[in-house]
């Protein structure tokens, strides 16, 4: 898999991707109700493509891996105490990191994780932020092997789930 910035003409392969991934999540148990679809949105894709954000994985010609890293969180982000202290632009926020089930079990989640990272750091970042909801802890054992800290769990209210949920918010500090 070759992980690279999405330029404009990916756009549509994207949301194909992300679909397809919000049909494979309506089936978890810890989604009341289902995935409604819809995240990442169009827009919130187009402005992460804009702004140099979203990154996919290609193999054999199809994005089979994506994930979005920017600086947009929930505002139950700024109510917690982080382990760094870092304005918004200084803290990248890792959102909707996934890989088509079916190439599940080669390593490209850890890939794209040390993709970001990299980026990250490149980037000067002073650390990543992201959240999962309770209950999905597969990424969670992932992103805590490589560092990530557990900082706080906080109600989230996002448009593909429709209900206040729970999440847990964790911390790889780069500096």
Known sequence: MKITEAK?????????FYRTMCEVLDGKCFLPDGNKG????????????ACKEQFIGIEDGKIVAAYIMNHVCDEAYRLVRWHIEAEERE???????RVLPEYGGRGYSRRLVEHAIQTARERKQKAIRLDCIVGNDVPVKLY??????????????????GVPMPFRLYELVLM
Not at 147 to 161: A, H, L, M, N, R
């Open 8 to 16: 404009k003409e990916h756009r549509a392969g994207i949301m194909d």
């Open 38 to 49: 819809g995240f990442p949105s169009q827009a919130m894709v187009e402005d992460a493509i």
């Open 91 to 97: 803290a990248s926020v890792l959102h909707a990191l």
């Open 144 to 161: 805590r092997s490589f560092g990530f800290e557990y900082v706080d769990t906080v109600s989230i209210t996002y448009k593909d789930i």
